[in-house]
């Protein structure tokens, strides 16, 4: 298979698996922030928004370290289920969640904290219980501003460079997605190569961001 | 089904709520100023509000027992709430927010197009919740209400946010519920007339605490405290009946006497109504005082009693019809108005309010 589309398929295939496995915890810790108070919310809170503000790299180290062999992570999933995962194609997934995570809980806090409590205060009168309630009032009514977040956090997880390289490393046909390859060809001196992906890219985050903002401004039916 | 609250405490920095109530059957008035918890106190009955202390029982079942560690969630008391702002599902069709809360079978559950008959609102079935009026909302999130089997209503100010005209439409719909349905009710309200108009006792809710609790017309004609006199105002209310009504003005027969009101909003076929009159708007002057004055009601009345509130003194006449005045000490005093004095009672004919039952 030509390298250019592998790369831009794989780059795709780790983005949207990362985007679905955040999904159920972002959502359900966004709604948890929007709506409960609970002990050590303050740093749950903080421990989430991190991968933000510190550079990358440095989130990418602490993940290295937290799921490298001798990492106690990394320990538990080899042992457990025979898990490798630093250096092969499940630590970009891994890298990419970490990194757009913050943008998917920010999201759906602001998403949840839209939607007027007493609806779902009266939903619980009307019979419904806690979980029945969330189904059925608070995700429906939440649900472009979770789908914009959802968005938001595939097109960061498209470009995730600086975590993805600490922890996965470069390997050809093993975890190099788009930006990484960007960087090798320019390493390498292949500026034309280089210039393909990152036209690639471009089109690629532009049309997430564009679905996003389509998402947000349509009008509820 | 009786809902009874026995020591429920609930607490803020700023606010206490300490209450100790029985609310039978009937529609109940829960009556006070904003800041006095009413609300508050509604959200507890419905479970959304947990208290510190107390317990809260329906019927037999208990809602709330905080010494036994007992809290019912909202979804398992059967207790229907309607708040201010009508609160539908605004991504459900009309027919889908009256289902969301149906239970199929349960004993005192309605017939979806019963609920709608009562209320007017089988045409907006298929529609948006999100598209109603003002007036629609309330009337769909009542039959919402209904439609889920409660054992007793809760309206919080289910009018407040409606203009005068949509709150005249609305009132003769809950009439119909509370005469339909026979639930218990409790009625959110900082309006006297809706009280009037709707309840059969009123509870006076001031600074968290139930200050009196009783018969409309009694805690109207008679507020246990100046406190309760300040917040419901003092207000004769009686029944009467309509003899004749033209061109907006009624003739009423209330005890042994006649009183003119205007009445321009009356339904032409209306006999039974209430009246009340406040306190405040009832002029006395000599018996022997002036025949000609522009007030459409004059009466010949016998002091049964004197009250001192305050600057003000609270007579209770006797016209043909139990009657109190409010007058200011000077007044009074320049009337010499005491027990089995009689004198003339002027009332204006808009003064007279007249109320459908």
Same mark, same amino acid.
């Given at each position: 298979?030509?390298?250019?589309?592998?790369?831009?398929?794989?780059?795709?295939?780790?983005?949207?698996?990362?985007?679905?496995?955040?999904?159920?915890?972002?959502? %359900?810790?966004?709604?948890?922030?929007?709506?409960?108070?609970?002990?050590?919310?303050?740093?749950?809170?903080?421990?989430?928004?991190?991968?933000?503000?510190?550079?990358?790299?440095?989130?990418?180290?602490?993940?290295?370290?937290?799921?490298?062999?001798?990492?106690?992570?990394?320990?538990?999933?080899?042992?457990?289920?025979?898990?490798?995962?630093?250096?092969?194609?499940?630590?970009?997934?891994?890298?990419?969640?970490?990194?757009?995570?913050?943008?998917?809980?920010?999201?759906?806090?602001?998403?949840?904290?839209?939607?007027?409590?007493?609806?779902?205060?009266?939903?619980?009168?009307?019979?419904?219980?806690?979980?029945?309630?969330?189904?059925?009032?608070?995700?429906?009514?939440?649900?472009?501003?979770?789908?914009?977040? %959802?968005?938001?956090?595939?097109?960061?997880?498209?470009?995730?460079?600086?975590?993805?390289?600490?922890?996965?490393?470069?390997?050809?046909?093993?975890?190099?997605?788009?930006?990484?390859?960007?960087?090798?060809?320019?390493?390498?001196?292949?500026?034309?190569?280089?210039?393909?992906?990152?036209?690639?890219?471009?089109?690629?985050?532009?049309?997430?961001?564009?679905?996003?903002?389509?998402?947000?401004?349509?009008?509820?039916? | 089904?009786?809902?009874?609250?026995?020591?429920?405490?609930?607490?803020?920095?700023?606010?206490?709520?300490?209450?100790?109530?029985?609310?039978?059957?009937?529609?109940?008035?829960?009556?006070?100023?904003?800041?006095?918890?009413?609300?508050?106190?509604?959200?507890?009955?419905?479970?959304?509000?947990?208290?510190?202390?107390?317990?809260?029982?329906?019927?037999?079942?208990?809602?709330?027992?905080?010494?036994?560690?007992?809290?019912?969630?909202?979804?398992?008391?059967?207790?229907?709430?309607?708040?201010?702002?009508?609160?539908?599902?605004?991504?459900?069709?009309?027919?889908?927010?009256?289902?969301?809360?149906?239970?199929?079978?349960?004993?005192?559950?309605?017939?979806?197009?019963?609920?709608?008959?009562?209320?007017?609102?089988?045409?907006?079935?298929?529609?948006?919740?999100?598209?109603?009026?003002?007036?629609?909302?309330?009337?769909?999130?009542?039959?919402?209400?209904?439609?889920?089997?409660?054992?007793?209503?809760?309206?919080?100010?289910?009018?407040?946010?409606?203009?005068?005209?949509?709150?005249?439409?609305?009132?003769?719909?809950?009439?119909?519920?509370?005469?339909?349905?026979?639930?218990?009710?409790?009625?959110?309200?900082?309006?006297?007339?809706?009280?009037?108009?709707?309840?059969?006792?009123?509870?006076?809710?001031?600074?968290?605490?139930?200050?009196?609790?009783?018969?409309?017309?009694?805690?109207?004609?008679?507020?246990?405290?100046?406190?309760?006199?300040?917040?419901?105002?003092?207000?004769?209310?009686?029944?009467?009946?309509?003899?004749?009504?033209?061109?907006?003005?009624?003739?009423?027969?209330?005890?042994?006497?006649?009183?003119?009101?205007?009445?321009?909003?009356?339904?032409?076929?209306?006999?039974?109504?209430?009246?009340?009159?406040?306190?405040?708007?009832?002029?006395?002057?000599?018996?022997?005082?002036?025949?000609?004055?522009?007030?459409?009601?004059?009466?010949?009345?016998?002091?049964?009693?004197?009250?001192?509130?305050?600057?003000?003194?609270?007579?209770?006449?006797?016209?043909?019809?139990?009657?109190?005045?409010?007058?200011?000490?000077?007044?009074?005093?320049?009337?010499?108005?005491?027990?089995?004095?009689?004198?003339?009672?002027?009332?204006?004919?808009?003064?007279?309010?007249?109320?459908?039952?």
């Amino acid at each position: 298979m030509d390298d250019v589309l592998r790369i831009t398929l794989f780059t795709l295939g780790v983005a949207a698996l990362s985007t679905l496995l955040i999904l159920p915890f972002g959502v %359900g810790l966004g709604w948890l922030l929007a709506r409960r108070a609970w002990p050590g919310k303050a740093i749950v809170e903080t421990l989430v928004a991190l991968p933000l503000v510190i550079p990358p790299v440095a989130t990418g180290l602490v993940l290295l370290k937290l799921f490298g062999r001798r990492g106690p992570l990394g320990h538990f999933f080899e042992r457990t289920l025979g898990l490798e995962i630093v250096f092969t194609w499940k630590a970009v997934v891994l890298a990419t969640a970490v990194m757009s995570v913050p943008l998917l809980v920010r999201s759906a806090r602001v998403a949840f904290e839209e939607v007027p409590v007493r609806l779902e205060q009266v939903a619980r009168t009307l019979g419904a219980g806690p979980w029945r309630a969330f189904f059925t009032i608070s995700l429906p009514l939440a649900r472009r501003g979770l789908l914009a977040g %959802g968005v938001l956090a595939f097109a960061r997880a498209l470009g995730e460079f600086g975590a993805t390289v600490m922890v996965a490393g470069m390997i050809p046909g093993e975890t190099v997605t788009l930006s990484l390859g960007i960087y090798q060809n320019v390493q390498l001196g292949r500026d034309d190569a280089a210039l393909g992906l990152l036209a690639i890219s471009v089109t690629l985050a532009f049309g997430a961001v564009a679905a996003s903002e389509w998402l947000l401004r349509r009008k509820t039916p | 089904m009786t809902l009874s609250l026995q020591g429920v405490r609930w607490r803020t920095d700023r606010f206490s709520l300490e209450i100790d109530a029985r609310f039978g059957a009937g529609v109940t008035g829960l009556f006070g100023v904003s800041g006095s918890g009413k609300s508050t106190l509604v959200e507890i009955i419905a479970g959304l509000r947990r208290p510190e202390a107390g317990t809260v029982t329906l019927g037999d079942t208990v809602l709330v027992d905080t010494a036994r560690g007992v809290a019912l969630p909202p979804e398992a008391r059967r207790v229907g709430y309607v708040p201010q702002d009508a609160a539908l599902f605004p991504h459900l069709s009309v027919e889908r927010n009256l289902r969301y809360g149906e239970r199929p079978g349960a004993a005192g559950g309605f017939a979806l197009a019963h609920v709608c008959a009562v209320l007017g609102i089988g045409g907006l079935l298929a529609q948006s919740a999100a598209r109603l009026s003002g007036g629609e909302r309330q009337r769909v999130a009542l039959a919402r209400a209904l439609m889920s089997a409660p054992r007793l209503l809760l309206l919080d100010e289910p009018l407040a946010a409606l203009d005068a005209a949509r709150k005249d439409a609305i009132l003769p719909y809950l009439r119909r519920i509370r005469d339909e349905f026979r639930l218990p009710m409790l009625y959110v309200s900082h309006a006297p007339e809706e009280i009037v108009a709707l309840c059969d006792d009123i509870a006076v809710l001031d600074q968290g605490r139930l200050r009196q609790h009783g018969p409309v017309d009694e805690v109207f004609r008679r507020p246990a405290t100046p406190e309760v006199a300040r917040i419901v105002g003092v207000e004769t209310i009686l029944p009467a009946r309509v003899t004749s009504l033209i061109g907006g003005l009624a003739t009423l027969q209330v005890g042994s006497a006649s009183l003119t009101a205007l009445a321009p909003l009356l339904a032409p076929e209306t006999h039974d109504v209430l009246v009340s009159i406040r306190a405040e708007d009832v002029i006395l002057i000599p018996p022997e005082g002036v025949m000609r004055t522009s007030a459409r009601n004059q009466l010949s009345a016998v002091v049964r009693a004197v009250g001192h509130e305050g600057a003000t003194e609270r007579i209770e006449l006797d016209c043909g019809f139990p009657l109190v005045a409010m007058l200011t000490r000077q007044s009074a005093a320049e009337l010499d108005l005491a027990p089995g004095r009689p004198v003339r009672v002027l009332v204006k004919a808009p003064h007279v309010h007249v109320i459908p039952r």
